[in-house]
């Protein structure tokens, strides 16, 4: 008996310490996968720390920005009002209603429509040595020519001509320019015919803003914002909408005679016409008037013939042929810098 209870004495030992070996050796096995675990989550969220993915750096960069755009509009102030002369028989420009509601949704819409045309982008040099000055004539212009096409462009395809005016030098340009005449203002009408709307406001806007546009892109703003009137060119509002969408001063001169009209262009304004439909165009025309000379007559920048740009105008007839209109400001405003 002594034997056998020994012996089994021995094997309970025996079993007893095997099990508490496995138990410590499970405990031990989860320990050590537990730290591998909690170690190789760390490696990882540092390695995506220290190099994150592409859409990661997107959207910490995006943050970053929101935060700085905060921090600069809560500290932001609102710069004092400006004062503007104020001109006989002047009235401020009711914008057109559109799409469109003020100067910070307006230029962003030519950026997102000009689809395959270069967006505008901000002027970085000055104006190129290369583009002449237009040779002007001395020779009396007659309304009976404006608003005609011109029936050939350039020998080098192109109008590539700078003007001088009241608000400084200004790139001319012409609605048949083969760069863009056959552009469907609209999807429907070609520029060549119906763009002088788009044409006018691409000069100013090319020549008096920081934006850097041709007429197509002016074409297609005004086509997303409601100011394109298909097969009839262009709605009054484009004047005051587009100019004043990006950034110009306009004005409405409710009693277009010629003491205002000159006291304007003598003061730094350059003034937008629309001339009447009658003995010299079919269905009404935009011409910008330029600047006065000192014998009183004035130059002008008509869009669709280049001829009637180099000659001298009589002001009294321009403004006898005005269009007898009065919405959206028409028949003429005055645009200058804000």
Known sequence: MRKKELWDYENKKKHKASGRSLGSHL????????????????????????????????????????????????????????????????????????????????????????????????????????????????????????????????????????????????????????????????????MYQYGCGPTVVAMLINAFTEYDVIPPNLAEWAAINGYHSPNNGSRHGIIPGALSAYGLQVESVADADYETAAELLRSGHVLVALMGRGTFSNDGHFVIVTNILENGNVHIADCANFENTKMEWDLHLLLSELKHSSDDGAPLWAISYP
């Open 27 to 190: 405990l031990h096995a989860l320990l050590i996968s537990g730290c591998l675990t909690a170690s190789a989550t760390i490696v990882i969220s540092l390695f995506f720390y220290f190099y994150p993915s592409e859409a990661t750096r997107t959207a910490l960069a995006v943050q970053g920005f929101a935060r700085q755009l905060a921090g600069a509009r809560e500290s932001e102030e609102k710069p004092p009002l400006q004062s503007v002369p104020a001109f006989r028989n002047l009235q401020q420009s009711s914008v057109h209603h559109s799409t469109v509601t003020s100067a910070m949704e307006a230029v962003p819409a030519v950026i997102t429509a000009a689809k395959t045309l270069p967006p505008p982008q901000k002027e970085t040099t000055a104006v190129e040595p290369e583009i002449p000055l237009i040779t002007f004539s001395s020779s009396q212009g007659d309304v009976s020519h404006i608003g005609q096409t011109d029936e050939e462009v350039f020998l080098n395809d192109d109008y590539l001509v700078m003007l001088d005016s009241a608000m400084g030098p200004m790139l001319y340009y012409n609605q048949g320019d083969n760069r863009w005449r056959s552009y469907l203002y609209g999807g429907t009408d070609a």
